[in-house]
């Protein structure tokens, strides 16, 4: 990250109408840093520093902005301006720029890109955002598989200058179904009156066009790939996803599940204004806040059938706190292993009743565990060694039962189509509240004689 110097001297510079000197500092930073330079500085140099750009640096840089500050620089820019520096973008940080600007800015962006660029940009913005065909490339290096070694090369020279990507090269045939892959060392090295299709891959692994962008990071995780292709149900090649883009994606749906994992949604998503940032936050909280409160109502109710049993033996109180903290944790820690693994792809949801199977196992020996440790503080500390026994069976119960909601609860949401990290800490803490709460007075009322 640049220095706050560096952002100091620079406004310094702009505001005694030097540019000059701005230009050359600029050219020494990395696009990345141009564009926090940009983001952190006053309102009225934003476009001054934009300008100063050439349209590579300035494309690069406009990736790494927000939507607002986008369309601030964007509407000031002529339509020459605009081709120039989409000239030097891939297609699909084109579309993806594009989705996020107002649709009068977006009219104006189209028309000024080159006919076929603005077809590339509009056949991309047709598929849904997080699916392969939103997140992919149409800029990529593919040869006829009917072709020789040195006449592939040759076409490589001619269209690799506008490729994402040239460490594949993908074969086709003349209806331009993907029919095999090879690297371009293996291409070089050939012999150049090899034919491609006798040195290229047949077992091409691809992705659908509409695969969700989990699925593909996980395809690409898996095979150490640096691109893979996409294709369509008849296995024509429409364009590839390279690594960078992955590392978007995983970025994006790690910090979804994270808030999901919290009982909320993004709230750090640039909105217009404070009102809609409010309102953004009311709707994604206020959900899981009244699950919880309901939770909270419903553990209330079985607190006060126990009623009978803790106005007799006070001390039973004294541990609900306890029973129900032990037990959130432990179900929190499940479903995030849980959520995690599926999310991963290290726990299959095929295997649901070997997963539950370990999970709720290990539940039992850690409830196992911690009761006895307390049933022996209850002893101690009451001198009332049914007491012990009580909370000591309950703890087990809990958390066993802990286990096993917070491992299932994530593994049924994922079987039936529904985003597992749905199964956020709220919602799971408040159903073992109440379920820790139904096992601590079922056992206290089956002992209370032997409390007594």
């Not at 060392?185 to 695969?211: C, F, Q, W, Y």
């Not at 149900?233 to 883009?245: A, E, K, P, R």
């Not at 020996?365 to 009451?382: D, E, N, S, T």
């Amino acid at each position: 990250m640049y220095p706050d110097v560096e952002l100091n001297e620079i406004q310094n510079l702009l505001s005694q109408g030097k540019q000059d000197e701005v230009k050359g500092r600029l050219q020494e930073l990395q696009p990345a840093d141009i564009a926090e330079i940009i983001i952190d500085i006053e309102d009225e140099y934003k476009a001054i520093i934009f300008s100063l750009l050439d349209g590579e640096t300035a494309a690069e840089v406009l990736i790494n902005l927000d939507s607002d500050i986008m369309v601030l620089l964007l509407e000031k820019l002529g339509a020459e301006r605009i081709r120039h520096i989409f000239d030097e973008m891939s297609s699909d940080d084109a579309a993806d720029l594009i989705a996020e600007i107002p649709v009068p800015l977006k009219d104006k962006l189209l028309t000024s890109m080159e006919i076929e660029d603005a077809n590339d940009v509009k056949e991309l913005l047709a598929y849904k955002e997080d699916t392969a065909g939103g997140i992919m490339t149409t800029e990529y290096v593919a040869i006829l598989k009917s072709l020789t070694a040195a006449r592939a090369i040759e076409v490589l020279r001619e269209i690799a200058p506008d490729a994402e990507t040239v460490y594949y090269v993908y074969v086709v045939n003349e209806k331009n179904h993907l029919v095999g892959v090879l690297s371009l060392r293996e291409l070089i090295v050939a012999d150049p009156s090899t034919r491609v299709e006798d040195i290229m891959k047949e077992n091409v692994i691809s992705v659908h066009v509409g695969m969700d962008q989990e699925e593909v990071a996980n395809v690409v995780s898996k095979y150490d790939f640096l691109a893979v292709p996409v294709v369509d149900d008849n296995n024509c090649l429409l364009g590839i996803i390279t690594v960078d883009d992955i590392i978007d994606v995983i970025h994006e749906e790690a910090t979804e599940d994270f808030y999901l994992l919290g009982g909320t949604s993004s709230e750090l998503i640039e909105d217009e204004g404070l009102f809609n940032r409010i309102i953004s936050s009311l709707r994604s909280r206020l959900p899981w806040l009244f699950i919880t409160l309901l939770g909270g109502l419903l553990a209330g109710q079985v607190i006060k059938g126990l009623e009978e049993e803790l106005s007799t033996v006070v001390a039973l109180a004294f541990f609900i706190p306890l029973l129900t903290g032990m037990g959130g944790n432990v179900g929190t820690q499940s479903s995030t292993l849980t959520v995690r693994g599926l999310a991963t792809g290290q726990i299959d949801v095929k295997e649901i009743l070997l997963v539950v199977g370990r999970e709720t196992l290990t539940g039992v020996l850690i409830g196992l565990i911690c009761g006895i440790i307390v049933a022996i503080v209850a002893y101690l500390w009451q001198q009332n060694i049914m007491l012990g026994v009580v909370v000591g069976l309950a703890l087990l119960g809990n958390m066993t039962t802990a286990a096993t909601m917070g491992t299932l609860v994530p593994l049924i949401f994922k079987k039936v189509g529904i985003d597992p990290a749905v199964a956020s800490a709220p919602f799971i803490s408040t159903s073992i509240d109440i379920t820790g709460l139904l096992i601590y007075s079922t056992v206290a009322s089956l002992l209370m004689s032997y409390l007594m």
